[in-house]
Nanobody, 126 residues
Framework: QLRLVESGGGLVQSGGSLRLSCVAS????????IGWFRQAPGKGREGVSC????????YYADSVNGRFTISKDIDKNTVYLQMDGLKPEDTAVYYC???????????????????WGQGTQVTVSS
């Protein structure tokens, strides 16, 4: 059974940094892309950053471009999100997800996937 387990969330002051990790296990198919989404209270889910499994191709939402960096360790089936220059508007539950057909851009922009983690809370205080 596929599992995506996120960690690394927490409370940080504005301007601070956090590093999220997501470990994927139990998958029996070669997924195409993996990435991070977030959902703030009262808002829809947003594709934050996604990365191709087989290349270094990445996608970043405009709201985080230049502040967040996605990376992966294929051997460990792990994807990371380094978040620097955090702002109060980055406060949300952050979810890891992967896709078995879409590329990283399509997955992040459409948010259409069946494979989600349980989420980790990130809170940025002003």
């Amino acid at each position: 059974q596929l599992r995506l387990v996120e960690s690394g969330g927490g409370l940080v002051q504005s301007g601070g940094s956090l590093r999220l990790s997501c470990v994927a296990s139990g998958f029996t198919f070669p997924y195409t892309a993996i990435g991070w989404f977030r959902q703030a209270p009262g808002k829809g889910r947003e594709g934050v950053s996604c990365i191709s499994r087989t290349s270094d191709s990445t996608y970043y939402a405009d709201s985080v471009n230049g502040r967040f960096t996605i990376s992966k360790d294929i051997d460990k089936n792990t994807v990371y999100l380094q978040m620097d220059g955090l702002k109060p508007e980055d406060t949300a539950v952050y979810y890891c997800a992967l896709h078995d057909r879409f590329d990283e851009s399509m997955m992040c922009r459409t948010r259409l996937t069946h494979y989600w983690g349980q989420g980790t809370q990130v809170t940025v205080s002003s």
